[in-house]
């Protein structure tokens, strides 16, 4: 199983409770940032270059349980930053297990080892590693040489002390289909629960603007990964959301899905835009267009997403809409393998597009003056 029975059972009850109570927009996955301090600076990550005093801010444990209970989610992953920096993350998560939700808490894994110790294993726990490819490809993304064998050296002691852990992998253009399809045979053999891939998407702020995927270029990359499976690997999305990358289902966006919480409030409308931020979980609902987001509202910003915060919640949403969704569901993962000639084909036709020295950020870039202040009064400054 991709994940425990009682946890699969837990989010199925959920959705189904809220389909029957004819709530239109429900959010499944509380995305919890409880910090933008990060010890990398990814490329394609825009969060370090907030102004040092918005990096220094943190949310605290009352403030993290507070906006959990406004959402409701049975699901919660703590991005960041990197929440092994927040000195309070062990009291956070054990809050939260204590809640009984399922914590997905985002690591680049550089501390994992030598912090370990301050958690307990639990089905409620799972660390969520983020490691973009094989050794290479990886240091590349994250322009940490050495970053790969670190990451990997804390997914082993974690799985080795009993912990749930899965892992999370961002592709970008010039991804090569070979080395990923490689990168996930390497992870299951280290013991991971299951894996979870996405398309980059372009942050206002991320330094490196050129190398993320469009939808078609997106769509024929994910053919070709996901395609011909292989009955080792485990992966921890919804098995609609998967098909929507290969290209084989049309879903719209659900940016309430995935709502974020920061030092900054509610985030609007969604984890990747900025539009503003809401004081309470009822506000964003309320206030936000939602029309004006997803691919379908032309809204340019939104033109080639395909971002598991964006979609993973409709691919859910699909499954439990019809009986259709259902069956569809079932298929994808008890029958298919999703043999493809034609994915076969666009393997063995992959060319490198670009090679490019690895990049560091270098400029902050500003935020608003709404942002500062927020971060000020969080932070006390
Ligand atoms: S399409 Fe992407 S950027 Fe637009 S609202 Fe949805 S998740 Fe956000």
Redesign the pocket.
């Known amino acids: 199983m991709a994940v425990p029975i009682s946890q699969a059972w837990t989010v199925a009850s959920y959705v189904m409770k809220q389909k029957l109570s004819g709530r239109k927009r429900y959010p499944l996955v509380l995305m919890l940032e409880p910090l933008f301090r990060c010890n990398l600076a990814c490329a394609g990550c825009g969060k370090i270059q907030y102004p040092a005093h918005i990096l220094k801010a943190e949310l605290s444990p009352e403030e993290c349980f507070r906006a959990v209970e406004e959402c409701g989610t049975p699901m919660v992953a703590i991005p960041g930053g990197e929440p092994l920096l927040h000195p309070k993350m062990p009291e956070i998560v054990a809050g939260l297990v204590e809640r009984k939700k399922y914590v997905y808490m985002c690591t680049n894994a550089l501390l994992l080892k030598e912090k370990l110790h301050l958690f307990k294993p639990s089905k409620f726990l799972s660390f969520s590693v983020h490691v973009d490819g094989q050794r290479e490809h990886h240091d590349f993304s994250v322009c940490r040489e050495g970053g790969y064998d670190v990451a990997m050296d804390g997914v082993r002691a974690a799985v080795a002390a009993g912990f749930r852990v899965t892992t999370n992998t961002t592709l970008f253009d010039g991804a090569d289909p070979n080395s990923v399809r490689l990168h996930f045979d390497e992870l299951m053999e280290v013991g991971v629960e299951s894996m979870m891939v996405s398309p980059g998407?372009t942050y206002d702020k991320a330094p490196d603007q050129k190398h993320f995927l469009g939808r078609a270029r997106s769509k024929k990359l994910f053919r070709s990964i996901l395609s011909n499976r292989k009955k080792s690997w485990r992966f921890n999305a919804s098995p609609m959301f998967m098909e929507f990358l290969m290209g084989k289902k049309e879903l719209t966006?659900t940016?309430w899905g995935m709502p974020t919480f920061s030092i900054f409030g509610w985030q609007k409308?969604?984890?990747?835009?900025q539009d503003g931020y809401a004081d309470t979980f009822q506000e964003l609902m309320e206030q936000v267009e939602w029309a004006n987001?997803?691919?379908e509202s032309g809204?340019p910003?939104?033109a080639n997403?395909m971002?598991h915060?964006?979609y993973e919640a409709s691919g859910v949403n699909y499954t439990f809409g019809s009986l259709k969704g259902l069956l569809q569901t079932a298929k994808a993962i008890f029958f298919s393998s999703y043999n493809d000639e034609g994915a076969n084909k666009l393997l063995n036709e992959w060319e490198p597009a670009h090679q490019a020295p690895l990049v560091q950020i270098a400029t902050p870039a500003a935020a608003t003056q709404k942002e500062h202040a927020r971060a000020e009064m969080v932070s006390g400054d």
């Open positions: 998407y966006c940016p409308p969604c984890y990747l835009l987001y997803g691919t809204n910003r939104c997403c971002v915060s964006g």
